[in-house]
T-cell receptor, first 112, second 112 residues
Framework: NAGVTQTPKFQVLKTGQSMTLQCAQD?????MSWYRQDPGMGLRLIHY???????DQGEVPNGYNVSRSTTEDFPLRLLSAAPSQTSVYFC???????????FGPGTRLTVL | GQQLNQSPQSMFIQEGEDVSMNCTSS?????WLWYKQDPGEGPVLLIA?????ELTSNGRLTAQFGITRKDSFLNISASIPSDVGIYFC????????????FGKGTHLIIQP
């Protein structure tokens, strides 16, 4: 039981490049979400999903796309990276209707 | 969106001292959560609170759900070196469909 896994752990991009941050969970959780963490800002919700085929926007969705084709995976796409997207990204999952979200180890992204 | 004010931003204490931190909100939350984040890791849930006035303990940690539903506090008694980290409060509004709202964190530093 690996819990929530994220890849890569670190990534450096140039402005305008695209990439996908991977997130997977093996706990059969319906709810998955992406947060970004910036110094002094806490964690802010980007997108979330309550099940396969269902996604919705969080507090800071601009510049990011998500999809949920399976229960296990919830990738986050940056279509055209910008320096303002330099951050640490966390994926989390839980059962719908519960508050115990399990977080992955994070992806540290730098956009030059 | 909803905002949580968490204080203090950072604390420098001696080992063995008690610690107190709190979160306040402009809106009502149905659930209050307290997380701890170690360097390079994702947040880990410490305590969950579900009822106004509820007082819950987890070892040396005690947290309370404020009567107004707009605040919560976390106490750590007799701090030890492994308590070092960033502590986040998080609130879940009624229904919880929009995910957690996080405070900006309290950075706890313990001097031996």
């Amino acid at each position: 039981n690996a819990g929530v896994t994220q890849t890569p752990k670190f990534q450096v991009l140039k402005t305008g490049q695209s990439m996908t941050l991977q997130c997977a969970q093996d706990m059969n959780h319906e709810y998955m979400s992406w947060y970004r963490q910036d110094p002094g800002m806490g964690l802010r919700l980007i997108h979330y999903s309550v099940g396969a085929g269902i996604t919705d926007q969080g507090e800071v969705p601009n510049g990011y796309n998500v999809s949920r084709s399976t229960t296990e995976d919830f990738p986050l796409r940056l279509l055209s990276a910008a320096p303002s997207q330099t951050s640490v990204y966390f994926c989390a999952s839980s059962y719908v209707g519960t508050d115990t979200q399990y977080f992955g180890p994070g992806t540290r992204l730098t956009v030059l | 969106g909803q905002q949580l004010n968490q204080s203090p931003q950072s604390m420098f204490i001696q080992e063995g001292e008690d610690v107190s931190m709190n979160c306040t909100s402009s809106s009502i939350f149905n659930t209050w959560l307290w997380y701890k984040q170690d360097p390079g890791e994702g947040p880990v849930l410490l305590i969950a609170l579900y009822k106004a006035g509820e007082l819950t303990s987890n070892g040396r940690l005690t947290a309370q759900f404020g009567i107004t539903r707009k605040d919560s506090f976390l106490n750590i008694s007799a701090s030890i070196p492994s308590d070092v980290g960033i502590y986040f409060c998080a609130g879940l509004p009624w229904g919880g469909a929009d995910g957690l709202t996080f405070g900006k964190g309290t950075h706890l530093i313990i001097q031996p």
